[in-house]
């Protein structure tokens, strides 16, 4: 089963990098969809202080979005056809694509991270913290979009509903990650807020791999 | 018939009636075991589009349980072996037909199902099907063609079925 993961997960960068939809088109424009609000307000500091991490979290969640959604779609029904009869398990499928999604967000949030500090310049007391509040958030986010693409799977309207799916679940994911970050700034515990975005990342991982089979069989 | 041949290849329930393959009972946990011995060729290419034609490959060898070795033997077999390094959106609908053959060599299935066996296909390339479809049944296994080319799947079937009005009717081969 760890084997299947492996090289469906090595199997997904690959052709992500090939494709370069991540890294050529999603974070460049991210990138610009953060430098939209200093150039509108100016260089009006405290402001931008003020309103930084919300933007590197509303920006991470459309773009999010956008990440693992592409993911997702990318696994066609021919392919998911073949994956089933060569006897890789859905929950595999599962684990192998939001692994893939999770990292992909997070790279993907590194950078606009960076461009965060270079533009609106944050102030963070630990900025250590960001190291797990990330990953976990990103985590979260690839897993809930990697179900919502399961669910909408083989449908029609999957490209409009998925996004409907994965937004409402995907906001209190944020929510615990804007709060971890204020606390952030402002010199307050935060270990409750990584709590609870570890015990959302751990139900979700186990809501994915419940109902990968049933989802796919219906 | 599409639908038809993915409830024969397990990945659809039948929407009424029974049905068995390869000895599984349709529609129950029995078809698992039995999955892995089906090898099924959809119209569209089972294909990671930034992949190369080997690395697709070898994806499945990887999955199967099968030797990277055998996976470029099987590409050699269906003529690919000069443009294995090519990525499947550089390759043209021909070429990622015979990849597709190619890993039906490479699984070697005890059931074969073919939607549309010889679209996309120049007519070197027509030599394949019968190819694919020997190998298989020259082990013992069956094969399923769905074709409109009815003179050249005449040559290698044994029962010939034609859907009329939602049924199935048998006819000569």
Sequence with gaps: MIRHVTTLFVAHLRDERRAGEVMLVIVPFGTVALLVVPMAVGIDTPLLDRIGPGMFWVVLLLFGTIVTQRQSASLGESRRDMLTLLGVDPAVRFVAAALAAALLLTVFAVVIGAVTFVLYDPEVVDPGWLAAIVPLTCAGIAMVGTIAGNVAGGLGTRSSLAPLLVVPIAVPILLAGAQATEGLRMGLGILRWILLLSVVDIVLALAGVLTARPLEES | ?173
Excluded at chain 2, 72 to 96: F, I, P, T
Excluded at chain 2, 100 to 106: K, P, T, V
Aim: aromatic share 2%; net charge positive; with cysteine.
């Design chain 2, 1 to 173: 018939m599409l639908g038809l041949l993915r409830v024969m290849a397990t990945l659809l329930r039948p929407a009424s009636g029974t049905g068995t393959v390869l000895g599984a009972r349709l529609a129950t946990p029995e078809v698992e075991s039995i999955r892995p011995r089906i090898g099924f060729v959809a119209h569209d290419p089972a294909l990671a589009p930034h992949l190369t034609l080997a690395e697709n490959l070898y994806l499945v060898a990887a999955l199967a349980g099968a030797t990277r070795v055998a996976a470029d033997r099987a590409l050699a077999d269906v003529g690919l072996a000069g443009a294995a390094r090519r990525r499947v959106v550089h390759c043209s609908n021909g070429m990622r037909r015979r990849a597709e053959f190619a890993r039906m060599l490479l699984i070697g299935p005890s059931l074969l199902l073919l939607d549309e066996a010889h679209v996309g296909l120049d007519p070197e390339a027509f030599r394949l099907v019968a190819h694919v479809v020997a190998e298989v049944t020259g082990r013992g296994g069956a094969a399923v063609l769905v074709s409109h080319e009815r003179e050249r799947a005449a040559a290698m079937i044994e029962r010939a079925v034609e859907v009329r009005d939602g049924t199935l009717a048998e006819v000569a081969p």
